[in-house]
C-alpha cells in the first residue's frame, strides 16, 4: 500500500470516527432534553401514587353535649353565634380545627353559651385549577345528611398532610366515608351526584358577600376575626357574652 493510499484511509477513518462522534452527541442531547421533559411527570405521578397510598388516618370521634344539627352544633337561641369559614385542604383550618375548635366547643357550645356553624368557602381550588376541595366539601355534606359531617370533617383535617389534592381523590373521599362507618350506598349516590354542590357554592357566595378573603374566616356576632388563637376567640365570645 502506497503512502498516499494509507494517508487517505486514515483519514477516511477519522471522518468516520467523526461522524460516529457526533451522532452519539446529538442522541444523547435529545436523551437529556426528553429526560428533562419527562421527569417532572415521573415525579408528580409518583407524588400522586404515594399520596393516594397513604392509609386513612382513623379518628375518635367527638362526644357532643350540644344538639347536632348537620353543620350546626348548639343551643340555636344561643346569645352568640360564631360562624366558620373554612376549606378542607387550608393547612390554616386543620392548625385551627385540631389545636383549638374542640376547646371552644366546650367550653362554649356544650355549654349552652354559643351556636357553631360551619360553612364551606372554597379558595385553594381556585388556585391549584382542582376541584379536591369543592368535591370534600361536598362529600363534608353527603355525611352531614347521616347526621355525620362532624366525625367526616374531623377525619379530613386529620388526614389533611397538606394541602396537595392528591390526598383528597375520590378514593380517599370513599375510604374516610368507610372510616367512620357511614351508609355507604346513601353516601356514594349523594357524592357522585355532587348533591350539595348548590349548598357549597351559597356558602361561597354568602362569604364573598361578606368580603371574605382568608381562610378560616371566623365571626363571632358577625364580627370577624383577624386572629384565629383560642384566646382571641375566647375573648371575643366572652365580650359578646358581657353585652359588649
Given at each position: 500500500?502506497?503512502?498516499?493510499?494509507?494517508?487517505?484511509?486514515?483519514?477516511?477513518?477519522?471522518?468516520?470516527?467523526?461522524?460516529?462522534?457526533?451522532?452519539?452527541?446529538?442522541?444523547?442531547g435529545a436523551?437529556?432534553?426528553?429526560?428533562?421533559?419527562?421527569?417532572?411527570?415521573?415525579?408528580?405521578?409518583?407524588?400522586?401514587?404515594?399520596?393516594?397510598?397513604?392509609?386513612?388516618?382513623?379518628?375518635?370521634?367527638?362526644?357532643?353535649?350540644?344538639?347536632?344539627?348537620?353543620?350546626?352544633?348548639?343551643?340555636?337561641?344561643?346569645?352568640?353565634?360564631?360562624?366558620?369559614?373554612?376549606?378542607?385542604?387550608?393547612?390554616?383550618?386543620?392548625?385551627?380545627?385540631?389545636?383549638?375548635?374542640?376547646?371552644?366547643?366546650?367550653?362554649?357550645?356544650?355549654?349552652g353559651k354559643?351556636?357553631?356553624?360551619?360553612?364551606?368557602?372554597?379558595?385553594?381550588?381556585?388556585?391549584?385549577?382542582?376541584?379536591?376541595?369543592?368535591?370534600?366539601?361536598?362529600?363534608?355534606?353527603?355525611?352531614?345528611?347521616?347526621?355525620?359531617?362532624?366525625?367526616?370533617?374531623?377525619?379530613?383535617?386529620?388526614?389533611?398532610?397538606?394541602?396537595?389534592?392528591?390526598?383528597?381523590?375520590?378514593?380517599?373521599?370513599?375510604?374516610?366515608?368507610?372510616?367512620?362507618?357511614?351508609?355507604?350506598?346513601?353516601?356514594?349516590?349523594?357524592?357522585?351526584?355532587?348533591?350539595?354542590?348548590?349548598?357549597?357554592?351559597?356558602?361561597?357566595?354568602?362569604?364573598?358577600?361578606?368580603?371574605?378573603?382568608?381562610?378560616?374566616?371566623?365571626?363571632?356576632?358577625?364580627?370577624?376575626?383577624?386572629?384565629?388563637?383560642?384566646?382571641?376567640?375566647?375573648?371575643?365570645?366572652?365580650?359578646?357574652?358581657?353585652?359588649?
Amino acid at each position: 500500500m502506497s503512502k498516499r493510499q494509507e494517508i487517505r484511509q486514515r483519514r477516511q477513518r477519522e471522518r468516520t470516527r467523526n461522524r460516529i462522534l457526533v451522532i452519539v452527541l446529538v442522541a444523547a442531547g435529545a436523551l437529556l432534553v426528553a429526560f428533562a421533559f419527562i421527569r417532572p411527570l415521573i415525579l408528580t405521578t409518583q407524588a400522586t401514587a404515594s399520596a393516594t397510598q397513604v392509609p386513612v388516618i382513623a379518628i375518635t370521634p367527638q362526644v357532643f353535649i350540644a344538639q347536632v344539627n348537620g353543620v350546626h352544633l348548639g343551643d340555636p337561641n344561643a346569645l352568640v353565634k360564631v360562624d366558620v369559614y373554612e376549606d378542607f385542604r387550608c393547612s390554616a383550618c386543620r392548625a385551627y380545627t385540631l389545636n383549638y375548635e374542640s376547646t371552644i366547643i366546650q367550653n362554649y357550645v356544650d355549654t349552652g353559651k354559643v351556636y357553631y356553624t360551619f360553612h364551606s368557602f372554597i379558595v385553594i381550588d381556585g388556585n391549584t385549577g382542582s376541584d379536591a376541595s369543592s368535591r370534600s366539601a361536598n362529600a363534608a355534606m353527603c355525611a352531614a345528611a347521616q347526621n355525620r359531617f362532624w366525625d367526616y370533617h374531623d377525619t379530613l383535617y386529620t388526614n389533611q398532610v397538606t394541602e396537595d389534592a392528591s390526598l383528597f381523590t375520590d378514593e380517599r373521599l370513599v375510604a374516610m366515608a368507610q372510616n367512620i362507618n357511614l351508609d355507604m350506598t346513601a353516601f356514594n349516590q349523594c357524592y357522585q351526584a355532587k348533591t350539595y354542590a348548590p349548598d357549597v357554592q351559597n356558602d361561597i357566595t354568602q362569604a364573598q358577600a361578606l368580603n371574605l378573603t382568608f381562610t378560616p374566616s371566623i365571626l363571632v356576632n358577625g364580627t370577624l376575626l383577624q386572629i384565629q388563637s383560642f384566646s382571641e376567640v375566647s375573648t371575643a365570645i366572652d365580650a359578646a357574652l358581657a353585652g359588649k
